[in-house]
């Protein structure tokens, strides 16, 4: 039986284009840059923006994502996923206001796995809503996104997003998250600042877990190198406010001590714009320590793309 994230990931985020290599090397999130393809996951209104082909994941292990969709009145869209193996079909809709995903997954190999997703996306005049279900097997999962103007402090943006998740072997969780943005006009740049609080509760059996990070800071910028190359960076900090582990594996550390658990993550990008063709890769800090070596190809370790590559064509 597959885990319930494997849903989250290649099912009711209506296709896998949508962890793409621009969204990864700008922090992950989505929500945060609403003009992206990758919001269709999360907001699944935003079908009836684009018109596009995409391939993800090109370079990397598990097979090219493929991805199409088109359209005036109405948009249509079909996803395939070179790493899914019980996906019989997966169709994107949308009619100018409302977007729809839908997708049915039946393997009929050794073990037999039947399931079906469903994703729901509209704007109102309270804000911009995507939310959906997903049901494999034993395994089921909700799912709700909310975005908006809010002019509070230093933001003008907002996002809240809820999930809930069942295995169907004992092991539920639910996840709470709200955060605040700015987008900053540099000249040249994008530059993105965001504070949000994060809570997350799992049970094991009779065991649980219950956790908050407060405040959850994303820095991250898009820098115009010239017209047709970009270079992009972003940092993550979290602190954890609170946590209170009664014996779950792989949970957050018991804050019997004090807080355990607080990181700092980032990570750069390139993009490459010719017109209606755009490539996206993650890169490495070694390009800026060793730029020659990495971009001649003498570095036998280290490539310049990190991870796989999006190539997108826009019409």
Request: aromatic share 12%; with cysteine.
């Given at each position: 039986m597959k885990n319930v994230k494997v849903i989250l990931i290649s099912v009711v985020l209506c296709a896998a284009v949508f962890a793409n290599s621009r969204i990864a090397a700008?922090?992950?999130?989505?929500?945060?840059?609403?003009?992206?393809?990758?919001?269709?996951?999360?907001?699944?209104?935003?079908?009836?923006?684009?018109?596009?082909?995409e391939l993800d994941a090109v370079g990397g292990d598990n097979g090219v994502d493929a991805t199409i969709l088109w359209g005036d009145a109405t948009t249509w869209g079909f996803n395939?996923?070179?790493?899914?193996?019980?996906?019989?079909?997966?169709?994107?809709?949308?009619?100018?206001?409302?977007?729809?995903?839908?997708?049915?997954?039946?393997?009929?190999?050794?073990?037999?796995?039947?399931?079906?997703?469903?994703?729901?996306?509209?704007?109102?005049?309270?804000?911009?809503?995507?939310?959906?279900?997903?049901?494999?097997?034993d395994e089921t999962e909700y799912w709700a996104n909310w975005r908006d103007d809010m002019d509070v402090w230093v933001f003008d943006s907002a996002t809240a997003s809820l999930?809930?998740?069942?295995?169907?072997?004992?092991?539920?969780?639910?996840?709470?998250?709200?955060?605040?943005?700015?987008?900053?006009?540099?000249?040249?740049?994008?530059?993105l600042f965001g504070l949000g609080v994060e809570y997350m509760t799992k049970s094991v059996g009779d065991n649980d877990v219950t956790?908050?990070?407060?405040?959850?800071?994303?820095?991250?910028v898009e820098a115009g190198l010239t017209d047709w190359a970009t270079l992009r960076a972003w940092a993550?900090?979290?602190?954890?406010?609170?946590?209170?582990?009664?014996?779950?594996?792989?949970?957050?550390?018991?804050?019997?001590?004090?807080?355990a658990d607080n990181s700092t993550s980032y990570g750069f990008g390139l993009g490459f714009n010719w017109g209606q063709a755009t490539l996206d890769m993650e890169i490495g800090e070694e390009l800026f320590l060793d730029p020659v070596t990495t971009m001649s190809g003498y570095n036998a370790t280290d490539n310049l793309a990190t991870?796989?590559?999006?190539?997108?064509?826009s019409f």
């Amino acid at each position: 039986m597959k885990n319930v994230k494997v849903i989250l990931i290649s099912v009711v985020l209506c296709a896998a284009v949508f962890a793409n290599s621009r969204i990864a090397a700008l922090g992950g999130d989505a929500g945060f840059w609403s003009g992206d393809k990758a919001n269709i996951a999360i907001f699944p209104a935003t079908i009836n923006d684009h018109d596009f082909v995409e391939l993800d994941a090109v370079g990397g292990d598990n097979g090219v994502d493929a991805t199409i969709l088109w359209g005036d009145a109405t948009t249509w869209g079909f996803n395939f996923d070179g790493n899914d193996e019980t996906t019989w079909m997966n169709i994107m809709w949308g009619n100018g206001d409302v977007g729809l995903s839908v997708q049915y997954m039946a393997d009929k190999g050794n073990t037999e796995t039947d399931g079906f997703a469903i994703g729901y996306g509209q704007n109102f005049e309270w804000g911009e809503l995507g939310c959906g279900f997903a049901s494999e097997d034993d395994e089921t999962e909700y799912w709700a996104n909310w975005r908006d103007d809010m002019d509070v402090w230093v933001f003008d943006s907002a996002t809240a997003s809820l999930m809930s998740t069942d295995d169907g072997d004992e092991t539920t969780t639910m996840d709470l998250d709200f955060h605040m943005f700015t987008h900053l006009d540099a000249g040249g740049a994008d530059v993105l600042f965001g504070l949000g609080v994060e809570y997350m509760t799992k049970s094991v059996g009779d065991n649980d877990v219950t956790s908050m990070t407060l405040p959850t800071a994303t820095l991250a910028v898009e820098a115009g190198l010239t017209d047709w190359a970009t270079l992009r960076a972003w940092a993550t900090h979290t602190y954890d406010f609170s946590c209170t582990n009664d014996g779950v594996a792989g949970g957050c550390a018991d804050d019997t001590n004090g807080p355990a658990d607080n990181s700092t993550s980032y990570g750069f990008g390139l993009g490459f714009n010719w017109g209606q063709a755009t490539l996206d890769m993650e890169i490495g800090e070694e390009l800026f320590l060793d730029p020659v070596t990495t971009m001649s190809g003498y570095n036998a370790t280290d490539n310049l793309a990190t991870g796989s590559v999006t190539l997108s064509y826009s019409f």
